[in-house]
């Protein structure tokens, strides 16, 4: 009895033992993982504050090019503080140049008419309002003619109203003297108010002439000259009329010779402005939605290669060429030294 007492006292501290070494082990190994992280913390601070006050550990300099301020400038490396920008969408494509077609003038003469004198040629630069011919208006001679006419008419009925008007006041002197019947002034009355009405009338004509004629050029002054009893020789130098240039360009058509006979549907010259040009383009559909009214372009010609020509989006067609699916773009270009 005592002797098993013994042994299980015996097994028992032997259990005790080995457990008291395993929390031991366990103690021991415990305080070892403690002290390797502590370690390895405390290297990688250092190592870290020795990277940002001195050189980069030989793993990150395998990745990086040093490069000192002279070598730096001459592959003109920059460094900058990352900022926000817009990025800049480039469109290419493929135009023509043309005129501003706002500022090409077609002149055609305002009557039928013989061609006297021509100042200008294919070419020439013309300033506003300088003569580019002149010629002999066959319907302003016309008019000329109806308005003398009118005017004679008028004068006339002037004054055969002023006779009726003088008869008229004698009888009415008579007819309160009792010399005349009441008739007789009834007659003439009736007489000056026709001549009254005549003149009316004859003025309405005579304004509808002279409407005609200041539509040709003809001032109120230049009316005045032709009433004037040595009209003659003015009548005759009225009827030549003028063509100007309506404002300054180039004269880009030419067709008219001195001595031809022409009309209104005739075009005898072309004149441009080419101040400014017009550039058109067609643009592919996909692009067509990054382009507005307003949005500076460059232009380039083979004429003067590495030169720009800045001009603005002035038009952007809504309608898709339906072969090439391209719309008409075109940009205005200033041109002031006729380069384009």
Same mark, same amino acid.
């Given at each position: 009895?005592?002797?098993?007492?013994?042994?299980?006292?015996?097994?028992?501290?032997?259990?005790?033992?080995?457990?008291?070494?395993?929390?031991?082990?366990?103690?021991?190994?415990?305080?070892?993982?403690?002290?390797?992280?502590?370690?390895?913390?405390?290297?990688?601070?250092?190592?870290?504050?020795?990277?940002?006050?001195?050189?980069?550990?030989?793993? *990150? =300099? $395998?990745? /990086?090019?040093?490069?000192?301020?002279?070598?730096? !400038? &001459?592959?003109?490396?920059?460094?900058?503080? %990352?900022?926000?920008?817009?990025?800049?969408?480039?469109?290419?494509?493929?135009?023509?140049?043309?005129?501003?077609?706002?500022?090409?003038?077609?002149?055609?003469?305002?009557?039928?008419?013989?061609?006297?004198?021509?100042?200008?040629?294919?070419?020439?630069?013309?300033?506003?309002?300088?003569?580019?011919?002149?010629?002999?208006?066959?319907?302003?001679?016309?008019?000329?003619?109806?308005?003398?006419?009118?005017?004679?008419?008028?004068?006339?009925?002037? *004054? =055969? $109203?002023? /006779?009726?008007?003088?008869?008229?006041?004698?009888? !009415? &002197?008579?007819?309160?003297?009792?010399?005349? %019947?009441?008739?007789?002034?009834?007659?003439?009355?009736?007489?000056?108010?026709?001549?009254?009405?005549?003149?009316?009338?004859?003025?309405?004509?005579?304004?509808?002439?002279?409407?005609?004629?200041?539509?040709?050029?003809?001032?109120?002054?230049?009316?005045?000259?032709?009433?004037?009893?040595?009209?003659?020789?003015?009548?005759?130098?009225?009827?030549?009329?003028?063509?100007?240039?309506?404002?300054?360009?180039?004269?880009?058509?030419?067709?008219?010779?001195?001595?031809?006979? /022409?009309?209104?549907?005739?075009?005898?010259?072309?004149?441009?402005?080419?101040?400014?040009?017009?550039?058109?383009?067609?643009?592919?559909?996909?692009?067509?939605?990054?382009?507005?009214?307003?949005?500076?372009?460059?232009?380039?010609?083979?004429?003067?290669?590495?030169?720009?020509?800045?001009?603005?989006?002035?038009?952007?067609?809504?309608?898709?060429?339906?072969?090439?699916?391209?719309?008409?773009?075109?940009?205005?270009?200033?041109?002031?030294?006729?380069?384009?």
């Amino acid at each position: 009895m005592r002797g098993e007492t013994i042994a299980k006292i015996q097994r028992w501290t032997k259990r005790r033992n080995k457990t008291r070494m395993l929390v031991l082990l366990l103690a021991v190994l415990l305080l070892i993982v403690i002290a390797a992280r502590g370690w390895w913390g405390s290297d990688r601070s250092v190592t870290t504050n020795e990277m940002g006050d001195e050189a980069p550990s030989e793993a *990150a =300099e $395998a990745n /990086v090019v040093a490069l000192d301020r002279a070598a730096q !400038q &001459n592959v003109g490396l920059k460094i900058e503080a %990352a900022q926000t920008r817009t990025i800049v969408q480039t469109i290419q494509t493929t135009g023509s140049v043309g005129p501003n077609e706002t500022r090409v003038g077609h002149i055609r003469p305002l009557a039928r008419g013989r061609i006297e004198k021509v100042y200008v040629r294919l070419g020439d630069r013309v300033r506003a309002g300088q003569p580019l011919l002149e010629y002999d208006n066959i319907e302003l001679g016309e008019l000329i003619g109806q308005y003398l006419i009118a005017m004679a008419k008028l004068q006339k009925t002037q *004054a =055969e $109203a002023e /006779v009726t008007k003088r008869s008229l006041e004698r009888a !009415q &002197n008579l007819v309160e003297l009792g010399a005349v %019947a009441r008739a007789e002034y009834e007659r003439r009355n009736a007489e000056y108010q026709n001549a009254l009405a005549s003149i009316n009338s004859q003025k309405a004509e005579v304004a509808q002439v002279e409407e005609k004629l200041h539509r040709f050029g003809l001032t109120d002054a230049d009316l005045e000259k032709l009433n004037t009893p040595t009209h003659t020789q003015y009548h005759r130098e009225a009827s030549h009329s003028v063509l100007r240039a309506p404002f300054e360009g180039i004269v880009t058509k030419y067709d008219v010779a001195e001595g031809e006979v /022409v009309d209104s549907e005739r075009e005898l010259f072309t004149i441009a402005d080419l101040s400014t040009v017009w550039v058109q383009a067609d643009v592919y559909e996909k692009d067509i939605a990054s382009i507005h009214e307003g949005q500076e372009a460059k232009v380039l010609v083979d004429a003067y290669p590495g030169e720009a020509f800045t001009g603005k989006i002035t038009y952007v067609s809504d309608v898709l060429d339906p072969k090439t699916r391209t719309a008409k773009v075109r940009c205005e270009v200033p041109n002031r030294d006729g380069r384009l």
